[in-house]
């Protein structure tokens, strides 16, 4: 691995990106859509605001920025984990199909059930139904995703299988929306472009757990996952139990990429791009390094997206999907076309 | 990053400027800035035969001019017209792609001429309903899974179509391919509810019922101005209105150059997003229009929440709206059938009197204190 000269800069980074991170998150409960006094703000934080100012911090602001750190930081190392399990540069939690799976979910209940149950946007079923709808959808390709693990020697099948039920479940989804009608086909076309800013602080402690859990099982398996980058064969000379490996990875990433989708929509990118970004940062191959960078990276990431989703001013925004996609598609090229080729850090 | 934000701003807020009305002073409006006349379409008649000229049929199209002649059976048409455009009159087997089409034959008395219609679980009229059961009129499918097959074989003089994009236009071309007359209706386009209610002048042309129909549109615009002119003199106060509801943490503000801001302002409203001019709804952030929505009296067409309880649990923040906690909110969902119809979205687009009655009555009551509200019902 490294000497200790690059783990002090490894630690120089780690504070500056963390200082970074308390800067963003201050920004965004400072930047809204809507025009808010700096006084005002911290007054409402500290429960000293006016009514309304407190009602747009408290309820609005922080729970979205929270949000926006939980999310990010869930969606990059559950990629990170996919990248280093796969030992693919491409890899990310939607290539196991759990996002697609999520929407699956979540297309059965708007398009076909709701109906039938008169669920609409508004009424008592509706915020609910989507969560559990996007979790049951994550979890049922998860285990469909585990039991080809544990079957199958080659983990590029068990890559190749997650695609094709990727792309088996997008048909799916597109096939039902062919037959809803134009409202329900509006309430999963937003669902997909991603939402922080809906959560309430019960949802929000559930998706702390877990991410929390999530990034704990993640930091646990550090040794493992360093062990991987050398091959399966090394691996398992020096120890790793890969059945028990893969099957832990592939949880610990779908519970927390389910769990972000279930409650955020499917954020985009944020799996794939963040991972090359942690490495470009730490220039470091060390997941001891990368899963903490990851998780804050993730989260930056997200709440510079958030602040920028509201950018048109005027009260108008955008979805944070199209600013977390606009964002990571030029950090992508950028890897893609710079010195270092990305296959060699597999 | 300014590239990504000026990207990011004509994503949103891209809007063409001719797809605006034109202010008219000679077009005797109501406010000054909507006209109350029929801006999509104009009719032209000479010798038995009308021109119809429908103008900027779906959303977000400028300088798009459809042209039809509307020639009575056995007429000879004339040399220069194209055969292609002519619709012979009165049509006798016609197929509607909206509820609102339906309305208009159903206030004609024509609705024995429906030989088919979209979204048929939608509709209110318990007449259709009852057809629509029995199976006398047909469900054609929706705009992308459209039974063409089906359309076809049940041999429509006319498919009366709705276009929400040029893309709608690209499949109905097919249906035009297979012999199909086609007619683009843009009634839902029209700013003012006047201005789409005269689009019943050419169910009423369509139908062989002119006189009906031109009589059932001046004795509703007579209405209707009276009232608009009645709330004119008399109140002062404009109260506040707030309208819609948010879909997950965007909420679509409609402009106020839409049928639904000219009627809070007829009914002597102040719409809370008055400022906002645009061709079509605009994306908020709930944020944003909560803290306008603070100062709001009144809360109209909230969703589909049926209770006030229906809002709070749809999102808890909305709940410590000082108009919530009034109760001073109303949906349009006093005419519903069980399973889906729902008359505002029928019936009311050809009495935009009632439905101007309607918002008199929850705006100032003290106005029409005898009205009993038609379309719409106060959430408890």
């Given amino acids: 691995m490294r000497g200790s000269g690059s783990r002090l800069s490894a630690g120089l980074i780690f504070l500056l990106l963390l200082m970074l991170l308390v800067l963003l998150f201050t920004l965004d409960l400072l930047l809204g859509s809507t025009q808010l006094e700096v006084r005002d703000v911290l007054l409402s934080l500290f429960g000293n605001g006016t009514e309304h100012g407190e009602i747009i911090v408290m309820q609005f602001r922080l729970p979205k920025a929270v949000t926006a750190i939980l999310a990010g930081a869930g969606m990059a190392v559950s990629g990170l984990l996919m990248q280093t399990l796969f030992r693919n540069p491409l890899a990310g939690p939607d290539v196991l199909g759990v996002s697609s799976g999520a929407g699956l979910g979540v297309a059965l209940t708007l398009l076909t059930l709701s109906p039938l149950l008169s669920i609409s946007p508004g009424s008592v079923l509706y915020g609910w139904s989507m969560i559990l709808a996007a979790w049951a959808g994550a979890g049922a390709v998860m285990v469909v995703i585990m039991t080809v693990a544990a079957r199958m020697r080659d983990i590029m099948s068990v890559l190749i299988v997650g695609l094709l039920l990727a792309s088996a479940i997008s048909s799916i989804v597109s096939l039902l929306q062919y037959f809803s009608n134009e409202t329900m086909l509006k309430t999963y076309v937003i669902w997909t472009m991603g939402n922080l800013g809906n959560l309430s602080y019960m949802q929000i402690r559930i998706l702390t757990l877990a991410v929390t859990a999530g990034s704990a099982m993640a930091l646990i398996m ?125 | 990053m300014r590239y990504l934000f000026l990207l990011l701003l004509t994503l949103v807020s891209f809007y063409s400027c001719n797809s605006r009305n034109k202010t008219d002073a000679n077009s005797g409006q109501v406010e000054a800035d909507v006209k109350i006349t029929a801006g999509r379409f104009t009719l032209e008649g000479q010798d038995d035969i009308t021109k119809l000229v429908i103008i900027d049929p779906w959303q977000n199209a400028s300088g798009e001019q459809l042209t039809y002649y509307l020639v009575p059976h056995g007429k000879d048409v004339p040399e220069n017209v194209p055969s292609e455009n002519v619709i012979r ?244 969902r006093n005419r519903m059938k069980p399973g889906g119809g729902n008359d505002y979205w029928e019936s009311a687009v050809f009495r935009p009197d009632i439905l101007l009655a309607d918002f008199i009555y929850m705006i100032h009551p003290a106005l029409l204190p005898d009205h009993e509200p038609y379309y719409f019902i106060r959430l408890r």
């Avoid at chain 2, 909560?290 to 709001?296: G, L």
Wanted: proline share 5%.
């Fill in chain 2, 89 to 332: 009159i009165p049509v006798r087997r016609m197929i509607c792609m909206s509820t609102t089409h339906l309305a208009a034959l159903s206030a004609l008395g024509a609705t024995d001429i429906i030989a088919g219609a979209s979204g048929t679980d939608l509709v209110y009229d318990h007449t259709l309903h009852k057809a629509i059961e029995e199976g006398i009129i047909p469900d054609v499918g929706y705009e992308g899974s459209l039974n063409k097959e089906l359309i076809v074989s049940l041999r429509p003089d006319l498919l009366m179509a709705y276009g929400v994009g040029a893309t709608s236009a690209e499949y109905l071309r097919k249906l035009s391919e297979m012999g199909v007359k086609v007619m683009f209706n843009a009634d839902y386009l029209e700013e003012h509810p006047l201005a789409r209610c005269e689009w019943i002048k050419i169910f009423g042309l369509l139908t062989g019922k002119k006189e009906k129909a031109d009589s059932l549109y001046t004795a509703v615009t007579h209405n209707y101005l009276r009232l608009a002119e009645m709330v004119r003199k008399s109140s002062e106060s404009k109260p506040a209105v707030l309208l819609g509801a948010p879909w997950e943490d965007v909420w679509y503000i409609s402009p106020s150059n839409s049928y639904i801001g000219s009627l809070i302002s007829d009914a002597g409203g102040r719409y809370l997003f008055d400022d906002l001019e645009a061709p079509n709804s605009m994306p908020y952030a709930v944020e944003a229009v909560f803290k306008r929505a603070t100062t709001a009296d009144l809360w109209i067409n909230p969703g589909t929440a049926e209770s006030l309880e229906d809002i709070a649990e749809y999102d808890h923040r909305l709940a410590k709206l000082p108009v919530y906690k009034s109760g001073d909110v109303w949906n349009n």
């Fill in chain 1, 222 to 346: 550090v040794k493992p996952l360093n062990a991987l980058l050398m091959g399966e064969t090394f691996s398992m000379s020096v120890g790793v139990n890969m059945q028990r490996t893969r099957i832990l990875l592939l949880a610990t990433a779908s519970i927390m990429a389910g769990s972000v989708t279930a409650f955020c929509g499917p954020i985009a990118f944020l799996g794939v791009a963040v991972p090359h970004i942690t490495r470009l940062v730490f220039s470091s191959n060390d997941h001891r390094i990368l899963m903490p960078g990851a998780a804050i990276c993730g989260a930056l990431i997200l709440l510079v997206s958030d602040i920028l989703s509201t950018l048109p001013g005027n009260g108008l925004m955008v979805p944070v999907n199209t600013v977390t996609s606009l964002i990571g598609i030029p950090v992508v090229l950028w890897i893609i076309a710079g010195k270092k080729g990305i296959g060699r850090r597999f």
